[in-house]
């Protein structure tokens, strides 16, 4: 009897194990789904249902809801593109930034060894001034009013027609910058960023003339020119009434914009001048009268990479994505992120 009933405990504690483990194994189960950790093994097709991509999740911090959030690439990228870039451009030049935003993205995300931008412990922000333009749905909404579902899908189509292809050098991810026009030239990264890539060299982008800000007139009261000298930098030491005499241009880049200038007694890139005044570009002209300086730019933004309206141009004369980026991009190829971080 006794050996019967120890027998039948036996039993019963057995089942009860197997049943808490298969009890276990169902609870892991769903925790890697909902992390994305299955797919991530399995190489699942992406939200949308793109191309199969690495299937790592990717983290953004909302600048705005000041909190970290986790998205599919290629879902952030639709907004991203839609941020960056006009919804009316080309099919071709808003596919080039579909690109172009989806490597500089995977450039920073940590699942694929990359170097995030760290805010919120995230990969990406949605802070323009320090990782690329997002957009949410409801500005989305608010922007395009009624186009809202056409430009959406336009935008949506753009994504999903590059899917997982992203811009190598090497095999390695570039850091594919861009930038809104170049006003007929792009720049050496090295006269930008103090460090050279042999992927962002100067090219000719023609069609830049486009653009809504090729060229722009500003026009500041020569108080405010010296008082912004000033503050930034301190061997400046420059004055309203003799402004011409102490800002004299010493050099300038093939592409026209100013290598250096003169400030007083400083002597700053064109880059920091541009910084200093809020300029849209570093390629600048100025005119003085008695009250005020005109500063007159050609181009919008850093000038190196990608013009977005060269691209657009570039399209309409009938190039196609690919053709956009390997001419803005020197020596690079098109790759799946599949085929780069396949092993890793």
């Known amino acids: 009897m006794a050996m019967n009933a120890y027998r039948r405990r036996k039993n019963v504690l057995g089942a009860n194990l197997k049943t808490l483990l298969l009890i276990a194994g169902v609870l892991s189960l769903i925790v890697l789904i909902v992390r994305g950790c299955l797919f991530a093994k399995t190489g699942s097709k992406t939200d949308d249902g793109g191309a199969p991509l690495s299937g790592e999740p990717l983290y953004v911090y909302d600048a705005k809801l000041k909190k970290t959030v986790q998205m599919s690439l290629e879902e952030y990228l639709v907004h991203v ?3 960056e870039m006009p919804a009316s451009f080309e099919e071709e030049a808003l596919k080039a930034q579909a690109v172009a935003a989806r490597t500089y993205t995977v450039r920073r995300m940590a699942s694929l060894n990359g170097t995030p931008c760290g805010r919120g412990g995230a990969d990406v922000c949605t802070d323009s001034t320090c990782c690329q333009a997002y957009k949410t749905d409801a500005q ?3 922007n395009w009013g009624s ?3 056409e430009n959406l899908s336009r935008v949506r189509a753009a994504v999903a027609q590059t899917s997982g292809e992203i811009l190598t050098y090497n095999d390695i991810p570039i850091e594919a910058l861009f930038h809104s026009n170049s006003g007929g030239m792009t720049e050496d990264a090295q ?3 103090a460090s050279a890539e042999p992927y962002l060299v100067s090219v000719e982008s023609p069609g830049d003339e486009e653009a809504a800000h090729y060229t722009d007139t500003v026009r500041l009261t020569r108080a405010a020119v010296a008082e912004a000298l000033n503050d ?10 003799k402004l ?3 800002l004299k241009v010493l050099s300038r880049f093939e592409s026209g914009r100013v290598n250096q200038i003169e400030v007083g007694g400083a002597t700053l890139t064109g880059r920091q001048f541009r910084q200093a005044l809020s300029l849209d570009s570093a390629n600048f002209s100025l005119t003085y009268s008695e009250k005020y300086v005109t500063v007159t730019t050609v181009g919008y933004g850093h000038g190196v990479g990608m013009s977005q309206y060269g691209a657009n141009a570039m399209a309409k004369d009938g190039s196609d994505y690919k053709s956009i980026l390997t001419h803005y991009y ?3 190829k098109i790759q799946s992120i599949d085929s780069v971080f396949g092993g890793k």
Do not use: D, I
């Not at 930034?232 to 009434?241: D, E, F, G, R, S």
């Open 140 to 142: 989305l909404r608010e």
């Open 232 to 241: 930034l930098y301190q061997n400046a030491n420059v004055t309203a009434k």
């Open 244 to 246: 011409e005499k102490q």
């Open 330 to 332: 020197t020596g690079v």
């Open 81 to 83: 593109v839609a941020g």
């Open 191 to 193: 006269n930008v960023f």
């Open 147 to 149: 186009a809202y579902t």
